[in-house]
């Protein structure tokens, strides 16, 4: 991998880490309240108020747009397990998943232009 990839490979990573913090630091102290109402309570409080359904409907079309660009670009550079990521888009957070995948693609691209200049 050269310079660049490398740069933007541990960029992504930052994003991934820090979003897995920001996430799971709220998750964690939603569901340790005794009321949490489990999922469902987590749903219906992501849509509770207007700003809340604002940001939730937000990430709900970036994710899905994210997921079509995933299986894409999987399937076009030949990056394996696309399907891990969109299951941890789901149980972990699109915002730590969708980072990670770029890393495998920037790898997976980098990998490609080495197998071209040979």
Partial sequence: MQ???RILCGIYAAVAVG????TWSQNIRFFA???????AGFLRDAW?????AS???DVVF???AAVVLMVVEARRLGVRHVWAYVVGALVI???VTFPLFL???QRRLAELRSETRR
């Fill in 33 to 39: 309240r005794d009321d949490n109402g489990g999922l």
């Fill in 3 to 5: 310079r660049q990839d």
């Fill in 93 to 95: 957070a699109i915002s």
């Fill in 19 to 22: 979003a897995l913090i920001a």
């Fill in 55 to 57: 940001l939730s409907n």
């Fill in 62 to 64: 970036v994710a899905l």
């Fill in 103 to 105: 890393i495998a693609r």
């Fill in 48 to 52: 509770a108020n207007p700003a809340a």
